[in-house]
């Protein structure tokens, strides 16, 4: 079976640290193959959750097997909750076990969540030993399989605690997202969408076309969404790999998102994802309050991602609204702040956005009250 390839081209296209991103059906069974020439030695060690061991590390397993690999694994909790300090000390521990050397391979076989947790253990183990994404949800796919950004939350906020750290291959199987639940796959359309409100506006309105059919994983509509998001991020990340500039952009909704997610507590009542919806809903009801985007460029963001079934107001918590205040005061500890002011993705319009720091809190407030009321 085919597959389409990008290359995420690092420091001019290094040999060394650049890689390739491969999508397509039927990967899973080939996971060896496709590793073998990245790998540095014939062991691998494969993190999975509780929800995708039963569905995929069997043929995982088998595949890196028959390729010559000693294959070791570890299955944790699957949820936000394993982004923790205590589960990374479990997976680095459960390494040590095995004893992997600085040779041995790390397989990153699920969500996000996995993604980000493998990709860390793989950064400090040994003083970092190399990682493959095996990324298995529509999020993962076409966001955090790719750029290296690793890290889990801490009680101070979302993923304040990670590193840089760039896996050696990513391979995207599109048919384990059959298996995906439906709210996952919407979480990760999310993601999808931010591409669009970037800088791509052709690609938002083929979204607001098209959008239903690539949530009902349709082929070729999911196909074309999942090759533009991942080549949107290659981009973004070969120009600015450790967001020094132009990649914070891809926090567009995430200031907002981050501190939803931290207020409802992790593995709470939103997905990152669906956060991220909010969040980005926010974003442009603040932009366009600012006078800085068209109202009808908000209403139509609004619009879209509720008509595909995303959350575009914050929940309830027990019936109870959401505490604005200490929403904003999440905000105040997210990672673009400088010199103590928060640096916000706002947009001019849909596929214009940009970073301020121009931003009052009032009328950040203002947002967060309004749609905490909603
Ligand atoms: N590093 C980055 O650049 C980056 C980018 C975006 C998001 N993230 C992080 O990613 C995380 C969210 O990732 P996610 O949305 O993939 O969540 P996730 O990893 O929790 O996966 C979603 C759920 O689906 C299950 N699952 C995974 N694959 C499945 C499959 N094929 N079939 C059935 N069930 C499956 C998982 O067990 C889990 O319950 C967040 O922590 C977020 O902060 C990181
Ligand atoms: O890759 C990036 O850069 C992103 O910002 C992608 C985001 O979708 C992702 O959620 C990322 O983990 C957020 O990064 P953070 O630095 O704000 O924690
Ligand atoms: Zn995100």
Redo the contacts with the bound molecule.
């Keep these: 079976m085919t597959y389409q390839t990008l290359r995420v081209a690092l420091d001019g296209d290094s040999a060394d640290r650049s890689y390739d991103i491969l999508t397509g059906p039927g990967l899973i069974d080939r996971v060896g193959e496709l590793a073998l020439p990245v790998a540095r030695g014939r062991t691998a060690f494969i993190l999975t959750?509780?929800?995708?061991a039963p569905?995929?590390l069997g043929r995982v397993q088998f595949s890196l097997t028959a390729a010559g690999f000693n294959v070791h694994h570890l299955i944790v909790a699957?949820?936000?909750q394993s982004?923790s300090f205590g589960t990374l000390e479990t997976v680095l521990n459960a390494m040590l076990d095995a004893r992997c050397e600085r040779t041995t391979l790390l397989v990153a076989l699920?969500?996000?969540?996995?993604?980000?947790l493998a990709g860390f253990a793989a950064s400090v183990l040994l003083r970092g030993v190399d990682f493959i994404q095996i990324p298995?949800?529509l999020?993962?796919q076409v966001?955090?399989s790719v750029?290296g950004?690793?890290g889990i939350n801490t009680r101070h906020g979302?993923?304040l605690v990670g590193t840089f750290h760039q896996p050696r291959l990513v391979i995207a199987d599109t048919d384990?997202?059959s298996?995906?639940?439906q709210r996952?796959v919407l979480?990760?359309y999310a993601?999808v969408a931010k591409y669009g409100l970037i800088d791509d506006a052709p690609f938002w309105d083929w979204l607001e076309l098209h959008g239903p059919e690539v949530v009902a994983l349709s082929p070729s509509p999911l196909a074309l969404a999942i090759h533009t998001s991942c080549t949107a991020k290659a981009r973004v990340v070969a120009a600015d790999e450790t967001e020094t500039g132009v990649r914070a952009l891809l926090n567009l909704g995430h200031t907002f998102g981050h501190a939803l997610e931290a207020e409802g507590g992790y593995g709470g009542p939103l997905?990152?994802?669906e956060a991220v919806a909010v969040g980005m809903v926010m974003a442009f009801d603040l932009s366009a309050a600012m006078g800085l985007c068209p109202a009808e460029d908000a209403r139509r963001v609004r619009a879209h991602l509720s008509t595909v079934g995303l959350p575009v107001v914050p929940p309830k918590i027990n019936g109870a609204a959401m505490d604005a205040k200490a929403l904003l005061h999440h905000m105040a500890g997210d990672k673009k702040v400088k010199d103590g002011k928060v640096t916000f993705v706002l947009a001019r319009g849909i596929g214009q956005s940009f970073l301020s720091r121009e931003v009052d809190p009032a009328d950040v407030l203002r947002i967060l009250e309004q749609a905490v009321s909603a």
């Design positions: 959750d509780e929800n995708v569905l995929y699957a949820g936000e982004k699920g969500g996000g969540i996995i993604g980000d298995t949800t999020l993962s966001d955090s750029g950004k690793t979302k993923n384990t997202l298996t995906l639940p996952e979480a990760g993601e997905l990152h994802g």
